[in-house]
């Protein structure tokens, strides 16, 4: 058994996980691609267990069950990726810098400081069905190798997939991510610019099906993921 907790500095919504990184601290239990299910919100500041029971690995508090994750294949192909300039152009059609349901998120959110949040403000890229931007990973978020840690790249993976969605902020509802799967194909590093891109799947009624991926600014593609979003009204 690990026992862990989630950060504040790691939220999602102001009082719970962020998606991404709470899939990525189970999804980086299982060696390949993995599936990782949300089944409530994580919860910050509180310790949590992750353990093996069968086929999968659980998140839990006390015996209350955060998250699954279980082994998973991902054979989805993405899209050709926007360059670098393409990228960095993007980040100012940004949705979220003039409304946001949640401006404190730790991947997204525009009201976290530089080295801080994540900061990736994935914006429409002219002419392409697609949102994307530029990240350069900060020192905290790599591993001894100088290699970005597994549960960064599932957070880098996550709201990029949302963005892409465009679907309008509403008082009365919330999307939140309900499930997860992704498949690092390739070390990411830190030393050189990294471009995050994400497009839509589809929608049927309160689900919302999304994907993103990670690559050089070359154009390799080094992770990739698929996304179900739940639509709920508050």
Same mark, same amino acid.
Request: proline content about 8%; hydrophobic content about 35%.
């Given at each position: ?63 209350? !069950?955060? *998250? ?9 192909? &993405?899209?050709?990726? %926007?360059?670098?300039?393409? $990228? ?87 999307? !939140?991510? *309900? ?9 990411? &590093?830190?030393?050189? %610019?990294?471009?995050?891109? $994400? ?36």
């Amino acid at each position: 058994m690990i026992i862990t907790s989630i950060a504040k500095r790691y939220c999602g919504p102001p009082q719970s996980g962020n998606g991404g990184y709470s899939c990525g601290l189970l999804g980086k239990q299982i060696d390949g691609p993995s599936k990782v299910r949300l089944h409530v919100p994580p919860p910050l500041d509180s310790e949590l267990s992750i353990e093996q029971m069968d086929d999968s690995w659980v998140l839990k508090q006390g015996e209350q !069950l955060i *998250g699954t994750a279980i082994s998973a294949s991902l054979d989805m192909t &993405p899209p050709q990726p %926007p360059s670098l300039e393409q $990228a960095r152009a993007a980040r100012k059609n940004y949705k979220g810098l003039g409304e946001h349901s949640f401006p404190h998120c730790f991947v997204c959110g525009p009201g976290r400081e530089q080295g801080d949040g994540l900061r990736l403000f994935t914006g429409n890229v002219n002419g392409q069905e697609m949102v994307a931007c530029d990240w350069e990973p900060t020192a905290d978020l790599l591993d001894a190798n100088g290699q970005v840690k597994v549960e960064f790249i599932w957070s880098a993976l996550d709201c990029p997939s949302y963005f892409a969605l465009k679907v309008p902020v509403d008082p009365n509802a919330i999307c !939140l991510l *309900g499930e997860m799967t992704a498949s690092i194909d390739k070390p990411v &590093p830190a030393d050189k %610019p990294l471009i995050v891109y $994400a497009w839509k799947r589809s929608i049927d009624g309160r689900k919302h099906y999304s994907a993103a991926a990670l690559c050089t600014a070359e154009g390799e593609v080094l992770a990739r993921a698929e996304h179900l979003w739940i639509r709920l009204s508050k």
